[in-house]
């Protein structure tokens, strides 16, 4: 299947080089876009570089032919799109993914998610697009494609979801995040392990000393070999794990916000410092760890 999306960071100079090279092609219509240097279509092909990164974004059914035939040769200098395998040969090989979501996020829950691929399994994510979660600003798009992660052949998946008053309560046991971090990677690996215990690694971002995580592995889980590094959602498993667990994330936090009647926003900022203070004139103080991480200093705001 032609791949259909397309994401990469630029450099300012080849930003401004694509730019260049669009307005001379003649056909590209170009048009205002928030948060775009510029965004512009032709047929059915849409590209977009947002003023983040920056990076561009290749949407349609033609976005193949134009990153092999223009992207890569003009702008990046680089023939990659195809040649993963060759490129990236570990993404291939059966591996399980871990990713978390809602660590920094003071409302909501912490969300620890895994995914088996082999590389069937991971060919068809990358064609599909999928990539780390954090690339994603659309809760859509991250709900489309976890439903295309869970409906992929082969596949298995593991979601660990602590909502605020277990978090709460694991934190007070282990009174560190790294710990906690670890004991949750570790109960999704094991979790996996249960459906796919021929798999012989687990890849993760590096969030602690290796041994940390180590240590939190039950006697199935000491098995496997254990691998950290940083921007492992490069990798196409680990990818498909953050979109798992952002689903979960963004999945409690419109639930909860639509009983409450209002938005329980995301991140720490002060329109989330608003809510807090809505929610505890509202429910009072003492009801604040059901949908809030306590050791995050925003909650001295809230403190009587």
Known sequence: MSKTSYTRVLSPDQAEALRRLLQEDGGFKFAEKQYALFSAAKGKLNITVYEKGPKVLVQGKETEDFVQFRLEPEILGVAELGYEEVNQPEMF???????????????????????????????????HGVMDSKRITSDARIRALALLIRETPGIVCEVLSLGPEKYNALYSRFRNL????????????ENLLKVRPECPRALSDQFAKPQQLERALMKMGRTIELQQRTKAESDVAV??????????????LDECSRKLGYELP????????AAGHKFVSDKGAENLPLIAKMHFKTAALFEA
């Open 178 to 189: 790294n710990r906690l971090l670890a004991w949750g990677h570790a109960r999704v690996i």
């Open 239 to 252: 990818a498909a794990a953050s979109i798992l667990a952002r689903e979960r994330f963004i999945d409690w």
């Open 93 to 127: 090989k059966p591996h399980f993914g871990i990713d978390e979501s809602g660590k920094g996020d003071f409302f909501g829950p912490l969300v620890i998610a895994g995914a088996y691929v082999d590389p069937v399994i991971a060919r068809h994510l990358l064609d």
């Open 266 to 273: 995301k991140g720490v900022s002060d329109s989330v410092i």
